[in-house]
């Protein structure tokens, strides 16, 4: 099974600053054969479902803000808020699902410093 | 728009068992599978399993395989995730999401809490 690693577990932002979450994967998502990485990301506020932001690691859901940017490949992969609003005040989880079983990271709860 | 709707809270004694419905609408129910997800209080996010509409082949979190089993009603655009033999720390909220890899669009969730 493919394990997902989140950090840091918590981060305080100000308001209008950029918030940086990393997650990692015990092995590479990335499918050679159409050179994607099977890695989303989710954010979920409380008392909420999560709410997809990110697919194919860098691919932003229809509606979510610019401000939401997915990077990285194979192992290593970064979600970045590049100006944080009081809304996004949530916790942030990656998810692979290049093999079964898929699974989640432990979460990253962001809050404003 | 998606929606899925779900069934609502339930509390159950330990060694019973659960049967959480998420109701689907605004796409073709057929077109996509269901997965589920559950949510143990103040934890993070655990797949259970994933059913094709299409052929009903199921997929199943190799920790639940045995008491899990997840089915689909095509009349009324509805999947079923029932649980068996339940113990305290299956109490969580259990959510339906659509999609068998990216989950685009998520029920309500449903709580159930498993208590003697």
């Known amino acids: 099974d493919i394990v997902m690693t989140q950090s840091p577990d918590s981060l305080a932002v100000s308001l209008g600053e950029r918030a940086t979450i990393n997650c990692k994967s015990s092995?590479?998502?990335?499918?050679?054969?159409?050179?994607?990485?099977?890695l989303a990301w989710y954010q979920q506020k409380p008392g909420q479902p999560p709410k997809l932001l990110i697919y194919?690691?860098?691919t932003r859901e229809s509606g979510v803000p610019d401000r939401f940017s997915g990077s990285g490949s194979g192992t290593d992969f970064t979600l970045t808020i590049s100006s944080l609003q009081a809304e996004d005040v949530a916790v942030y989880y990656c998810?692979?699902?290049?093999?079964?079983?898929?699974?989640f990271g432990g979460g990253t709860k962001v809050e404003i410093k | 728009q998606v929606q899925l709707v779900q069934s609502g809270a339930e509390v159950k004694k330990p060694g019973a068992s659960v049967k959480v419905s998420c109701k689907a609408s605004?796409?073709?129910?057929?077109?996509?599978?269901i997965s589920w997800v559950r949510q143990a209080p103040g934890q993070g996010l655990e797949w259970m399993g994933w059913?094709?509409?299409?052929?009903?082949?199921?997929n199943y979190a190799q920790n639940l395989q045995g008491r899990v089993t997840m089915t689909t009603d095509t009349s009324t655009s509805t999947a079923y995730m029932e649980l068996r033999s339940l113990r305290s720390d299956d109490t969580a909220v259990y959510y339906c999401?659509?999609?068998?890899?990216?989950?685009?669009?998520w029920g309500q969730g449903t709580l159930v809490t498993v208590s003697s």
């Open positions: 999401a659509k999609g068998g890899d990216i989950y685009e669009a």
């Open positions: 998810h692979h699902y290049y093999i079964t079983p898929p699974a």
């Open positions: 194919w690691a860098s």
């Open positions: 605004g796409y073709t129910f057929s077109s996509s599978g």
């Open positions: 092995q590479s998502v990335l499918y050679s054969s159409n050179n994607k990485n099977y």
């Open positions: 059913i094709s509409i299409y052929n009903d082949n199921t």
